[in-house]
């Protein structure tokens, strides 16, 4: 029989809260009400970026996936933490953070080793090296950016969505991850949408 001695390993979870009514321009908003006259039921008023959330290709491109359109492992495998001083990651940053053990189909999770002193950016350069790499998902925190200003973010999203690589953003926790390498497993809703919130989680050695 399948198991998992959890006495060797620990779960992290790396989800950002939702609490209604969210923001302005992530709203989150809910009204109580009945499904019968026993059961209660909430009608939710928000959009497919609240909270931790994975992006799809259709994000970005007319023709692109939806989240539905991925198979189940394309969100759980293998994943290592990209550890970062705030700056630049270029090419050259990125191969000596990770290279010598990225992999096909690897979830790279980015971190900023000192948070409240600047932000470690993500360049086009260091996307498409990701890209090349045949990542399949790459997750941040609002402590890291994917590029310098709003035009390279979304040159970023772009290079990384028409290699069909998914983004996982508004992560949380990222403090308590204590291993270079580690499962994850975000699962999103299936759903025909750009976007689905999620809830991730990292489970690593003791």
């Known amino acids: 029989m399948f198991s998992i001695d959890f006495d060797k390993y620990r779960i992290i979870d790396l989800s950002l809260d939702v609490i209604p009514p969210g923001t302005e321009d992530r709203p989150f908003k809910v009204e109580k009400g009945l499904l019968s006259d026993r059961a209660y039921m909430h009608k939710v008023w928000t959009h497919s ?58 979830i790279i999770i980015c971190r900023n080793k000192r948070t409240g002193s600047g932000y470690p950016y993500l360049t086009s350069e260091s996307a498409r090296w990701l890209a090349d790499k045949k990542i399949k998902m790459l997750g941040i925190d609002t402590n890291f950016k994917l ?9 970023i999203h772009s290079i990384l969505m028409s290699r069909e690589v998914t983004l996982i ?13 580690f499962f994850f497993l975000a699962l999103p809703y299936k759903v025909k949408l750009d976007s689905s919130w999620t809830r991730a989680i990292a489970i690593e050695e003791k």
């Open 49 to 106: 970026h609240v909270g931790t959330h994975i992006e799809a290709s259709s994000h970005f491109f007319d023709d692109g996936k939806d989240i539905d359109e991925y198979p189940l492992d394309a969100f759980l495998g293998r994943a290592i933490l990209l550890d970062a001083e705030p700056g630049i990651i270029d090419e050259k940053v990125i191969e000596g953070l990770i290279g010598d053990i990225i992999k096909e189909q690897d």
């Open 147 to 155: 590029g310098r200003d709003v035009e390279e973010g979304r040159l």
């Open 169 to 181: 953003e508004f992560l949380s926790n990222l403090d308590l991850i204590s291993r270079r390498e």
